[in-house]
């Protein structure tokens, strides 16, 4: 009584990926068990820490709560599509090491994709508005500090590239 | 001048990898392997009657379903007691699946082996499991009255019981000193469980290699020396055929230095049963019911004291929730009732603690590990004494300050490394001057009066503390110069987040004189260095950090020596600069550290250009020594362990302005300062990200993180919906200055810095919110509701 698979398409990091999934498997588990993106983390699997968060067809959602099946022929973006094709870090990533933003590192991949959708939407946003962009991440190491830090420089850095 | 990295605001080395997703988490590995699950008790205390798998078995993909029958022994029997103590006179602890009984809602009964998780849970859920019930054992001082029992042989519900007394200079007991004291006041106080919550679970991924016979275990926890030893005796395999590596590691704070877990010892067994890998991995729900709880306390203070508030004497008596087991010891109330004192010197102490049995989760260190209860019961009670004289908060703290010309300092009380508490440095009153500054206590009433006016409620509040730090009994290093140049450094201990690539790396770069790119570090990986004790009680730069430092030293020694013979200089006239040995003053006479490398290791045979240097036909050798000097080993490594005689102890002092709403009770942090004292610092980004951290969690513990057990012992709560913990908005920007007071106790002078940030916030809130509201605050953590209540109460 093995489960029904269906085959999906999606464009993850720019690449055509294709999968056979259960209607069940989560996008989260998808990516990291059928495409072996590991970047992407599972902290709660109910929606609430955001650690899986990725970005569809560019907005940020919770890959924990989204059935891989639903997201058939649409585009995501992981950490590992943050950068550029030639490795190049993203004005967020380096942001993030240069204010010392992340600590063991499990839920900075969801911390990147939250700030990366961010800025894009509101490129010099106020304290207010950085606070209030990643208020959907939990992170139990950095105490949110430097993450803020990080978001307001990776706005600098992205107006500098601008 | 050699390379100075020490004490610099190096960037993490870690980064790189964790921010383009190619960290190696434990879940990252093994994607083929078969998954666990777990069929966990529902109830928190009940009699097996029956476990029916029949329905488990037309899942597709089932591999295996084990419960406690089908074990072996040794790994049938119960978890090892990891600390013992003489006072823990009834010491529990769980067996790896249930055994007839379970004692907490998230008990492990049954494990199931499938394909997939998916398919793993489907299994699980089709397990029936008929429970007689029993009378479950909830609250602390329920629990203590005894009138139902969490174990039938431990009466009481008592495993431990321990009382330290430290007499005045004038020979009276604590009793005593408090009767004859000027003025006397009794209290009650309250602590709420919290816990660590790291964003990665448990987790444990296992491979069996059938052909040698060997195991290699990856398992996201702050010790994998220990877990390693533990898994070779349970499985009675010879300990070189184990291999235990923590990964990457997704944040541990205390709660995964517990080992071994029940499926730290299945599901290495299960890979070895099945000759397939085997991975388990935590979900969110587990770990709040299977993993570990801190910090529920119930605290009786007496304390007796003079005009100056002077403490002449302070009795403490102490209910200390330990939950359903005690794998881990008394550790977290003899750190409360030992470090309770603080930066105080005061006339008599005692303290007496009973640790008790409940039907819920145990209880085992959660960064802080006992602190934040015992300095939330001696700041509360220096906040007491300054209201019941009238005088300033400060000015009572400082009346009672250890100078500092009476280090080193004994407490009087053996600590929980079963050494003297003494004090090897300290500045308190200096520290105090700092923070005063940092957070304008002195401006502070001016700012009240002017917010009242304006029909806002401001408060101020202060919180000190003393944390012993790096405790023994060691941790070593070793260190090794390859041929090209690079330095690769290893130590047994664990990172979670730390750092510990980065300072290690700096440490060995300055001790060395190499750049820092050369260098690279492992943790916690026993194919590379397996004596260790673990990554806990802010210990890993004092102990490997000196112990790598010492390493360095003993190579350094070596490459001098080598490179005096093929400079033909004296070695005392030698210097390593970016990593080139050299004559002092003449840079031409040079050598590379490679090169020495090379040269450390006679050989007979060539692998490439570099090496011919060493062959036998190099014209190098001496004809008058044999190729390796007696006393010498080849290669250009060392090792060396640190082993200090005590711990060191950081202190700090931390203030809070906070704001409640007159209305609604909302409390809100405006200000967060810290004035933090170290010892040297190694890399103060570093030290400064470790107490940011740090203070959140404690404004979790201060605010909004509790435990919720009903009266039949399930957890309300335990989920990230309901558990509250600080998001980007709940946590206020923190403001930190560094005092440095070098400890005479190791050869770089560093006191831990890890668990500093979390342990006086719950103090400083309390005394922030009773000076905002002139109500008297005891029990954390607070929340609007509680607020309110407490309004309510003293209107009353």
């Known amino acids: 009584m093995g489960e029904a698979l269906h085959e999906i398409t999606l464009t993850v990091n720019g690449v055509l990926r294709e999968a056979k999934v259960p209607g069940r498997r989560l996008l989260s588990d998808c990516l990291r068990r059928e495409l072996g993106l590991t970047g992407t983390h599972v902290g709660c699997e109910h929606g609430v820490c955001g650690c899986c968060t990725v970005l569809l067809d560019g907005a940020p959602v919770r890959s924990c709560l989204t059935f891989a099946v639903s997201v058939d022929g649409h585009e995501i973006t992981t950490v590992e599509g943050l950068s550029g094709p030639d490795g190049s870090l993203s004005p967020v990533q380096r942001a993030f090491s240069e204010c010392h933003a992340l600590q063991c590192g499990f839920c900075t991949p969801g911390f990147l994709c939250s700030a990366t959708a961010l800025l894009r939407d509101n490129p010099s946003p106020t304290d207010d508005e950085v606070v209030e962009g990643i208020s959907g991440n939990l992170g139990r190491c950095t105490g949110y500090q430097n993450i803020v830090k990080a978001v307001h420089r990776a706005a600098e850095l992205m107006g500098d590239e601008a | 001048m050699t390379t100075k990295l020490f004490g610099e605001r190096v960037q993490r080395r870690e980064d790189l ?84 009984i379970v004692r907490h809602v998230g008990e492990p009964v049954v494990m199931v082996v499938a394909r997939d998780r998916y398919l793993a849970e489907d299994a699980a859920a089709l397990i029936e499991v008929d429970y007689e019930f029993l009378k479950p054992v909830v609250g602390i001082e329920e629990a203590a009255q005894g009138a139902h029992l969490v174990h039938q042989d431990v009466p009481g519900n008592a495993g431990a019981h321990l009382v330290q007394e430290v007499p005045s200079p004038q020979g009276l007991g604590a009793g005593e000193a408090i009767d004859a004291a000027p003025h006397v006041l009794s209290f009650r106080l309250d602590f709420e469980r919290s816990a660590s919550m790291p964003l990665e679970g448990r987790g444990v991924y296992a491979r069996w290699d059938a052909d040698d016979r060997s195991l290699r275990v990856f398992s996201s926890t702050q010790t994998s020396t220990s877990v390693r030893m533990a898994i070779a005796s349970k499985l009675g395999l010879p300990l070189p055929s184990v291999e235990v590596i923590a990964p990457d590691v997704g944040g541990g704070f205390g709660v995964k230095i517990v080992h071994p877990w029940p499926e730290e010892v299945l599901v290495p067994w299960a890979a070895m049963l099945l000759g397939q890998e085997v991975k388990w991995i935590e979900d969110r729900r587990e770990h709040f019911i299977s993993s570990a709880h801190e910090r529920g306390q119930v605290q009786h203070v007496r304390v007796g004291f003079d005009d100056q508030g002077h403490v002449l004497g302070l009795d403490v008596t102490i209910l200390h929730d330990h939950g359903a087991y005690t794998p881990y010891g008394i550790i977290v109330p003899i750190i409360t009732a030992t470090q309770l004192l603080g930066p105080y010197r005061i006339g008599a102490y005692r303290v007496e603690f009973t640790s008790i049995y409940t039907n819920t989760v145990q209880v085992t260190p959660y960064r802080g590990a006992g602190r934040p209860q015992g300095v939330f019961c001696m700041e509360r009670t220096m906040d007491r004494i300054a209201a019941h004289l009238g005088l300033d908060r400060t000015e009572v703290r400082a009346a009672n300050f250890i100078q500092p010309d009476q280090f080193p300092y004994d407490q009087g009380l053996i600590f929980q490394d079963g ?142 020596r080598i490179a005096a013979d093929a400079l033909e200089a004296d070695p005392r006239d030698l210097e390593i600069e970016d990593g080139v040995v050299h004559v002092v003053g003449n840079p031409g006479a040079s050598i590379p550290l490679g090169t020495v490398a090379v040269l450390s290791n006679p050989l007979r045979y060539a692998f490439d250009e570099e090496t011919k240097r060493a062959t036998q036909f190099s014209g190098v050798a001496s004809m008058d020594r044999p190729p390796v000097d007696e006393g010498e080993e080849p290669g250009l490594e060392g090792r060396d362990y ?8 950081a202190s700090g002092m931390h203030a809070a302005i906070v704001e409640t709403d007159p209305d609604t009770a909302e409390i809100r ?49 335990a989920s990230f919906m309901d558990f509250l913990m600080p998001y980007a908005t709940e946590v206020p920007y923190i403001e930190t200055a560094h005092l440095e007071t070098p400890s005479p106790l190791n050869p770089l002078g560093i006191k831990g810095a890890g668990e500093a940030g979390v342990i006086p916030v719950s103090a400083v809130i309390a005394s922030a919110i009773e000076d905002a509201e002139g109500i008297t605050i005891d029990r954390m953590p607070i929340s609007p509701s509680d607020l309110h209540e407490l309004r309510a109460l003293a209107a009353s």
């Not at chain 2, 295996?64 to 074990?71: G, H, M, N, R, V």
């Not at chain 2, 300055?510 to 004790?533: C, H, I, M, N, Q």
């Not at chain 2, 640190?642 to 102890?649: L, N, Q």
């Not at chain 2, 004035?675 to 959140?696: F, K, S, T, Y």
């Open chain 2, 17 to 100: 990898r964790l921010i383009t997703g190619q960290g190696r988490y434990v879940d990252d590995l093994g994607n083929g392997a078969l998954a666990a699950a777990f069929v966990r008790s529902p109830h928190a205390h009940a009699r097996i009657r029956d476990i029916d798998v029949s329905a488990a078995l037309d899942v597709d993909g089932l591999v295996a379903i084990y419960t406690w029958e089908d074990l072996p022994e040794r790994v049938r029997d119960p978890l090892p007691l990891l600390i013992p103590h003489p006072a823990l006179t009834h010491g529990r602890t769980a067996y790896p699946l249930a055994r007839e």
């Open chain 2, 419 to 560: 050494r003297p508490l003494i004090y090897d440095s300290g500045d308190y009153p200096e520290s105090l001057r700092m923070i005063k500054e940092l957070i304008g206590w002195d401006g502070f009433a001016a700012l009240k009066a002017e917010a009242e006016a304006r029909g806002r409620r401001l408060g101020i509040g202060i919180g000190c503390y003393v944390e012993g730090t790096g405790v023994g009994p060691y941790e070593g290093g070793h260190v090794q110069v390859t041929s090209d140049g690079r330095v690769h450094v290893s130590t047994g201990l664990t990172s979670q987040g730390q750092g510990h690539e980065t300072v290690f790396a700096q440490i060995a770069a300055t001790e060395l004189g190499v750049p820092l790119d050369k260098v690279s570090v492992v943790t916690g990986d026993t194919r590379r260095f397996g004596y260790a004790v673990g990554t806990f009680a802010s210990r890993a730069a004092v102990m490997s950090g000196n112990a790598i430092a010492l390493a360095c030293r003993k190579v350094r020694d070596k490459a001098l």
């Open chain 2, 669 to 717: 942090i405006l200000r967060y300062a810290v004035v933090h004292d170290c010892g040297r610092l190694i890399n103060p980004m570093i030290v400064e990200g470790q107490i940011h951290g740090g203070v959140a969690q404690g404004v979790g513990g201060a605010l909004y993180e509790r435990m919720v057990y009903d009266g039949h012992g399930q957890l309300l709560n």
């Open chain 2, 642 to 649: 640190f082993s200090p005689v005590r711990s060191t102890f």
